[in-house]
C-alpha cells in the first residue's frame, strides 16, 4: 500500500505533465512543415520547434490557414558562432563570429516590396530565447522585438497597403548567402553545418480568412504606437538602424518611393 501511495501521485503528476504538453504542440495543429524539421519540449513543456540547414536542404513551416489581420508572435533562439549567409525567418540574416546579427524587416503590397529596414541585434540571439512579434492592421504593421517596438509602417489611402488579401505565415531557414551578406561576398561556411533555429511559444490572435475575428481583437486591430513606443523606435534607429530602403538613391533611381517623404 506504500508503495501505492507513492506511485499515485507520480502518474498523476506525468498526466499533468503530459497535458501540458498537449495543449501546446502547436507545430503540427498549425503547421504544415518541410525538410527536417524536428520537436521537443522544454522543462516548463512548451512545444519546441527546430529546423536544420545543411548543404542538401534547409527547412520551414507555414501555416494551414491564412489570416487577415493579427498579432502574431514566437520566440526564437538563432544559430550561435558563425552563420553568415543563413537567413531564418522572421527574418534574420546570419553573422560571421563577432559581428551582429542583423534582423530584416520588410512589408510586400501589391507584388511589390524594396521596403527594408534592417537592424544590428543589440544582444546575443542564439544565447537565448527572444519574442519577435508583427501586429498587421488595417492603420499600420509593428514590428516588436521582445517588448521594444522598433519600426512602424504606416498605411497612406492613396499607396499600396497589404489590406485585402489574406496571407499564411512562414518560417524558414535557408541559403541567403547570395544576397544576405554584404550582397553576397561571404559565403556560408559548410563545415559548421547543420545549422539550427529554435522556436517556441508561438501564438497568433488573429482573424482567419473566411472566418470571424477573434474575441478582444480590437486590441490589436486598433493599434497604433503610443509616445513611449515612437521613443523606442527612434532608439532603434538611432543606435541599431543598418540599412533604410528611404535612404538608398542607388536602389531607387528614378525616385524614393512616396512614403519616404511623409511623417
Not at 544565447?127 to 517588448?147: E, G, R, S
Not at 523606442?232 to 519616404?260: H, I, M, Q
Request: contains cysteine.
Amino acid at each position: 500500500m506504500a508503495r501505492r501511495s507513492l506511485l499515485l501521485p507520480l502518474l498523476a503528476l506525468l498526466a499533468a505533465m503530459a497535458a501540458v504538453a498537449s495543449a501546446d504542440s502547436w507545430l503540427y495543429d498549425k503547421f504544415n512543415t518541410d525538410g527536417t524539421v524536428r520537436t521537443d519540449y522544454d522543462t516548463s513543456g512548451q512545444q519546441v520547434a527546430t529546423l536544420n540547414l545543411d548543404r542538401s536542404s534547409g527547412a520551414g513551416f507555414n501555416s494551414k490557414e491564412q489570416y487577415l489581420f493579427g498579432e502574431f508572435s514566437i520566440q526564437m533562439k538563432l544559430i550561435p558562432g558563425n552563420s553568415a549567409g543563413t537567413v531564418s525567418c522572421f527574418y534574420f540574416m546570419g553573422n560571421s563570429s563577432g559581428q551582429p546579427v542583423v534582423l530584416n524587416t520588410n512589408v510586400w503590397a501589391s507584388g511589390d516590396g524594396k521596403k527594408e529596414h534592417q537592424f544590428d541585434l543589440w544582444f546575443d540571439p542564439s544565447a537565448d530565447y527572444h519574442t519577435y512579434t508583427i501586429i498587421w492592421n488595417p492603420t499600420n504593421i509593428i514590428f516588436k522585438v521582445d517588448d521594444n517596438v522598433i519600426r512602424c509602417f504606416k498605411r497612406y489611402a492613396d499607396l499600396a497597403y497589404p489590406n485585402s488579401k489574406p496571407m499564411a505565415l512562414h518560417a524558414t531557414l535557408w541559403d541567403g548567402s547570395y544576397w544576405a551578406t554584404e550582397k553576397g561576398k561571404v559565403p556560408i561556411d559548410w563545415s559548421g553545418a547543420p545549422f539550427v533555429v529554435s522556436y517556441k511559444g508561438y501564438n497568433a490572435d488573429a482573424c482567419v480568412a473566411g472566418g470571424a475575428c477573434p474575441a478582444g481583437s480590437d486590441r490589436w486591430m486598433n493599434k497604433q504606437p503610443d509616445s513611449a513606443e515612437w521613443g523606442t523606435v527612434k532608439w532603434a534607429e538611432s543606435n541599431y538602424l543598418r540599412y533604410d530602403y528611404c535612404t538608398d538613391g542607388w536602389r531607387f533611381p528614378n525616385g524614393l518611393p512616396a512614403e519616404c517623404s511623409r511623417s
